[in-house]
C-alpha cells in the first residue's frame, strides 16, 4: 500500500459494514479518506476507533448516491477540499427484503435498489474518472460486487437485488473498457462477497448457523487489489466463509 500514502480514498456507504471497516483500514494505511454517507454523523463517529494520527485523515460528508446533484457536490467538495480523488470504493448499497418481483406496490422498494446499487455506482465511477483524467493519475476504482451478481441463488424475498449485481458484474468490464479507451491507466476491481455480517443481514434465527465473512474480510481483499504494482489488475475477487453452502 505504500504507493498510496497521502493519497485520498472516496468510499461510499461508509457509516457502516464493510464501508466503515474499508475507512478505517485505508485511514490506517496513510491514505486521507472521505467517507460518504447518508448517515455522514456515524462516519465521524469512526475517527473515535483509530489513532488519533488515523483519525486526523478520516473525513465524513453527507451523500445520498441516489440523487445525481448530490453525488456531482460531494465530488467536487472533494476536489476543492481535497485535490482530487485516487481512489473510490463504490460500496454503497441496500436490499429491500420486504416484497417480491410481483409484490403489488413495490416500485419504490425495487428503484431504490436499482438507484443505489447500480446508478449510484456508475455516478460516482463518472465522477471519480473526471477527478483522475483532470489530474491525468492512474487511479483505481473497487467495486463492492456480490456473489449474487454472478449466480442466482433462491433467497426468499431477494427480488431486484441479484439483478443489480449482475449488472455491477456487466458495469465493471464495461467501465473497463471505457477506461481503457480512454488511454488510461485507471484501474477497475470487482469484489464478489459471500454472506457478511453486517446491518445488511436481517438479525434473528434464520442466520444462526450460517457461516459468515467479517467486513474486515472483504477489506483485506480491496486491499489487496489497490496493493499490486501498477502494471498488475485484478479483475475479480470472489471471497467467501469456508462451508457456505452456495
Ligand atoms: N452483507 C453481505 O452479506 C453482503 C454480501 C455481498 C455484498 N454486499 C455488498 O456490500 C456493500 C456494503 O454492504 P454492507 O453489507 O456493509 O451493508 P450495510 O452495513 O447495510 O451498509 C450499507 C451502506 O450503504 C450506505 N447506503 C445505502 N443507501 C445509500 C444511499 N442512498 N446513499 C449513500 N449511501 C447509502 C449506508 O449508509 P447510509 O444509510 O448512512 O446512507 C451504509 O453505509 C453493498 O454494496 C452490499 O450489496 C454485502
Not at 449510484?120 to 463492492?144: D, P, T, W, Y
Request: net charge neutral.
Amino acid at each position: 500500500m505504500d504507493r498510496w500514502h497521502g493519497k485520498v480514498a472516496i468510499v461510499t456507504g461508509a457509516s457502516s459494514g464493510i464501508g466503515a471497516a474499508a475507512v478505517k483500514a485505508l485511514a490506517n494505511a496513510g491514505m486521507t479518506v472521505i467517507g460518504l454517507a447518508r448517515r455522514a454523523e456515524r462516519v465521524q463517529e469512526l475517527k473515535r476507533t483509530v489513532s488519533t494520527e488515523a483519525a486526523n485523515r478520516i473525513h465524513a460528508l453527507h451523500c445520498d448516491v441516489t440523487s445525481e446533484r448530490s453525488i456531482v457536490d460531494a465530488f467536487a467538495s472533494v476536489d476543492r477540499q481535497f485535490g482530487g480523488v485516487d481512489v473510490l470504493i463504490n460500496n454503497a448499497g441496500v436490499s429491500k427484503l420486504t416484497c417480491t418481483l410481483l409484490t403489488p406496490g413495490n416500485g419504490d422498494d425495487l428503484r431504490t435498489v436499482m438507484d443505489t446499487n447500480v446508478m449510484g455506482l456508475v455516478l460516482c465511477s463518472r465522477e471519480a474518472f473526471r477527478s483522475m483524467k483532470r489530474r491525468q493519475f492512474a487511479g483505481h476504482i473497487v467495486n463492492i460486487n456480490s456473489i449474487l451478481g454472478h449466480k442466482y441463488i433462491a433467497f426468499p424475498n431477494l427480488n431486484i437485488y441479484g439483478a443489480s449485481k449482475y449488472a455491477v458484474t456487466a458495469i465493471t468490464e464495461t467501465l473497463r473498457n471505457d477506461l481503457r479507451n480512454e488511454g488510461t491507466r485507471v484501474k477497475v476491481t470487482s469484489i464478489s462477497p459471500g454472506i457478511v455480517r453486517t446491518e445488511m443481514i436481517p438479525e434473528g434465527d434464520q442466520f444462526k448457523d450460517t457461516p459468515m465473512l467479517e467486513a474486515e474480510d472483504v477489506v483485506g481483499a480491496i486491499l489487496y487489489a489497490l496493493g499490486t504494482p501498477s502494471h498488475v489488475q485484478v479483475h475479480e475477487v470472489i471471497v467467501k466463509p469456508v462451508g457456505e453452502m452456495a
